[in-house]
């Protein structure tokens, strides 16, 4: 009897169920899950477009690994010119990495594959800072955490009215990764310690005054923008740099802007220690009664203190160090938070922000004296011969280093 095929929609998604019917016997397959990578093909240049938008594009391991391969193809593509990264949501670029699925491998005793989540998107990172190709990020919407580090290190970052930055990972126990050592520790001052310590966000026009943006643009422009950089036929980076500034505006931070207070900002976070910071923040507030800071000070009061000291070191540290370096030294560190080793923060700060929602982390280190300078090192140092160390393409890449 010849087999019978039926095709059974599922609402109005791109999911289908397929059943075949033979001798009597029903066969149900799984669901298509829709490709959280999409590819946009242009005359002479590609789009990789993140296509996770229930999960605001959050970063899983097999979108890490799929960004590789493309990425690397085009770089050899001679018929690529340039290439271009933007959302497939209405509310975010990226909102960093999916860590509710990290926490959820971590519970089921799955390390190994967390560690290659790691290690193929600080790979991603790596190669997308070195990118022979001009490379155009489109940052429409919320960058949060890896969403960063997968944007950032690019040539050009577009912004938007829309545009909302942040390094929120002292909140939930983990340290600001995927290159924040690197970009962070280089913005004016010391707001890279500012931003990674409080998790506090930047919108567009604050991107592009410290630099972290190359190109701003009204949200309902980008249209525009795609259209014309599709019908480029160049991998002229000054070509791309005219029409993206073609359609850009010329803005400056509003009066409540933080970058108005960046030499209070300075004062207060370039001390050595956590608590240094914090006892200047404690004067600060005592003496002006200033909500901005009594916020920020109870923002870093609720975070991990474990992950305040080592966000802090790692920034220290980033401003010496090439990205290449940064990305190895985080991956040491994520391992360690990981291995619950030290503390098991990072699990117990995504259960209570992500899963549980009660807002109430019970850090296994409830202050900050109780972090000893040795349990930050251990964060830091080399991973020994058993494990190895993250493995990126510098050779290949940057024969020159």
């Not at 050899?76 to 509310?91: A, L, Q, W």
């Amino acid at each position: 009897m010849q087999k019978l095929k039926l095709l059974l929609p599922l609402r109005r998604s791109y999911r289908k169920m397929v059943l075949f019917l033979n001798r009597g016997e029903a066969f149900l397959l799984s669901p298509v899950i829709r490709n959280p990578v999409l590819v946009e093909g242009r005359a002479n240049s590609r789009a990789a477009i993140l296509n996770r938008p229930s999960a605001l594009n959050a970063l899983t391991a097999s979108m890490a690994a799929r960004l590789n391969r493309l990425y690397e193809s085009w770089e050899e593509n001679s018929d690529i010119g340039f290439v271009m990264m933007k959302g497939g949501s209405d509310r975010a670029f990226c909102s960093g990495t999916d860590v509710v699925a990290l926490y959820q491998l971590l519970n089921e005793g799955k390390i190994e594959e967390s560690k290659a989540f790691f290690q193929s998107l600080y790979k991603f990172v790596y190669v997308l800072g070195t990118y022979l190709k001009p490379h155009v990020a489109i940052m429409d919407g919320i960058v949060m955490g890896g969403g960063a580090g997968i944007s950032l290190p690019g040539m050009f970052r577009v912004v938007t009215d829309r545009t909302v930055f942040s390094s929120p990972e002292v909140q939930i126990g983990f340290h600001p990764d995927a290159g924040a050592s690197y970009y962070l520790s280089r913005l004016p001052g010391y707001l890279g310690e500012y931003l990674a310590l409080t998790g506090e966000k930047l919108n567009g026009v604050e991107m592009m005054a410290c630099g972290l943006a190359t190109h701003y643009s009204p949200k309902e422009k980008l249209p525009w923008i795609e259209e014309r950089l599709g019908n480029l036929i160049t991998d002229d980076r000054s070509v791309i740099e005219t029409s993206l500034a073609q359609y850009g505006s010329l803005v400056y931070p509003d009066s409540r802007s933080v970058l108005h207070e960046i030499e209070t900002i300075d004062s207060i976070f370039c001390h050595d220690t956590m608590e240094e910071i914090i006892e200047a923040l404690e004067t600060k507030v005592a003496e002006s009664n200033n909500k901005r800071y009594t916020m920020v000070l109870d923002k870093i009061r609720e975070a991990s203190p474990l992950s305040l000291k080592v966000a802090l070191q790692s920034i220290r540290e980033g401003r010496f160090q090439t990205l290449d370096q940064c990305l190895a030294r985080e991956y040491r560190t994520s391992l360690k938070f990981i291995s619950k080793q030290v503390s098991d923060d990072f699990c117990e700060g995504v259960r209570a922000r992500l899963v549980d929602k009660d807002f109430a982390p019970k850090w296994s280190l409830r202050k900050l004296e109780e972090v000893t300078d040795d349990m930050v090192a251990s964060f830091f140092s080399p991973l020994g011969e058993v494990e190895p160390e993250l493995n990126l393409p510098v050779s290949v890449r940057e024969p020159d280093v």
